[in-house]
């Protein structure tokens, strides 16, 4: 028995399927960020209980020199940073802060004269908008004398 079929298909939902692009849907987004891992949550785990055991070793040694507390604040902040980058929640944070440094290079900076120029004529915008500002409201002031009877 013959069964009909479209020789069409259906299209692709997105115009980027099959050219190598991820899909952004949501549903497609979960798998990709969960911490789901079992390392993962025990390197977090030993992460947090090292941030707890360094800022309750700063106030415990209160005695000490502020100096050699705030070194050794700083040393096992490192080391919860490190392990914290051992996991993929933190490789993909380190990618991120990566890719975002590429974008800042990319961008056009302005001038020091544009800037400049930029900035003089927001201040003439500032003050323009501040007399008109007071213009209405001195017209409401002088309405609200008029319709009442009240003032001079």
Known sequence: MLQ???????????????????????CHLQHR??????????KFSFALILTAVSI???????????LLRVI????????VAAIALQTQAGKAAWAF????????RKVVWPTM?????????????????????WLVDIFFMWAVQTLTGLGG
Do not use: P
């Open 97 to 104: 802060i990566g890719d975002s440094k590429m974008e800042v």
């Open 33 to 42: 960020f969960k911490i789901g891992k079992m390392a993962d949550s025990i």
């Open 56 to 66: 309750g070793g700063f106030y415990y040694f209160g005695d000490q020199s502020l």
């Open 4 to 26: 009909a079929s479209s020789s069409i298909g259906r299209a692709a939902v997105s115009k980027t399927a099959g050219w190598g692009f991820d899909s952004l849907l949501a």
């Open 113 to 133: 004269k544009e800037t400049r120029q930029t900035t003089l004529i927001v201040m003439a915008m500032v003050v323009v908008i501040a007399i008109i500002l």
């Open 72 to 79: 050794g604040l700083l040393v096992m902040a490192s080391v």
